[in-house]
């Protein structure tokens, strides 16, 4: 149970955690902590709703309803992506804390649902709460170490390079979330387009950090791919319209 | 024109298009039953009723399904089409009692090799 809660925190924590980094490098205002405080609040608030009503939820929509609920949030934080990507300067605050609320919102909720399976299946708590703990450091290391190297490297094309690193990230994550439409037969099933599960497994620490951060995948079928380099396209897209913008206002 | 999409519509809404179904009920930790044999080249629908008082994940590496089972509840999951052969799940809270496989049947087989 530690190497799993340890995953757990990397596949549920390590993605609000790299919103927050990605974000803040594009927008190191950022609304400050009250905005950010605010942001966290919505974002327990959201993920406590998520799992007070997910056995009514689930069973919505033929017992789809969970996986609907999810990809309509991930939906949600794509278009505050592109929002934040096309207006990077002017953008509200409230677009920016919101993306960090949704995601908090979908990882928190899954965390709790995952945490309490493996309490309830243990009868001592210890490797659980050493698996945490151990997560939770790696992560929040993970995140600041992240923060630091894109600063130092990034230089004065930093923004561009958080963009992109945003771009990937959630890229990464709509990829993801296709896949659970496929498990509720709203997409086609299809063969994997390729199969690196015996080199990187996507459920190793190394794959499950890459899969946050790049969209690692295993064994994508043709919708993962797809809505990967439709999101990718999508910000590519938001960000050289912003640019387009700026130089022709300037 | 009109009367053959009201003929199709009925099709749909009837069900004649839809996946076979297959049944699981998680009890005490273990998948009932624990072999399920289904055609091969055809989608299938899981519905599985968890009537343990606590939460499970269904997770199959072999099927690339995960999805978490709230207790007294009925949850649904959609696998294949798949090729003949046999396919793990377990669960990934109690993976040592609850584990099954969906065995995979080319038409006119009685059983995988």
Known sequence: MLINTLLLFVRDLMPVLMLLVWLLLLRPAAGGWRALSLALLCGVAGSAVLVVYADVITELADGAGMELVFVGLQLGLFVMVLLTLWQPKQMSTGVTMMALAIALMVNGANLIFYLSGYLYAVTSSQSIVLGALLGLGITLSAAILLYALASWLGGRHLPLVAALMLSLFIAGQLAHTSHLLVQIDWLSQSDPWWNTAEFLPENSLIGQFLAVLLGYQDTPGQWQVISYFAALLGCVSALGASRFKRKFHS | ?113
């Open chain 2, 1 to 113: 024109m009109i009367k053959m999409l009201g003929v199709v519509l009925l099709l749909v809404s009837s069900g004649v298009f839809a996946a076979p179904e297959v049944v699981i009920t998680l009890k005490d930790h273990l998948f009932i039953p624990s072999k399920i044999q289904v055609p091969a080249d055809k989608k299938i629908k899981l519905v599985i009723i968890n009537q343990d008082p606590t939460p499970e994940e269904f997770d199959s590496f072999d099927l690339n399904r995960e999805k978490v089972l709230f207790p007294g509840r009925r949850s649904i999951i959609y696998i294949g089409p798949l090729k003949p052969g046999e396919y793990h799940f377990f669960g990934e809270f109690n993976p040592n009692s609850a584990q099954g496989s969906v065995i995979a049947v080319a038409e006119g087989n009685d059983h995988v090799d």
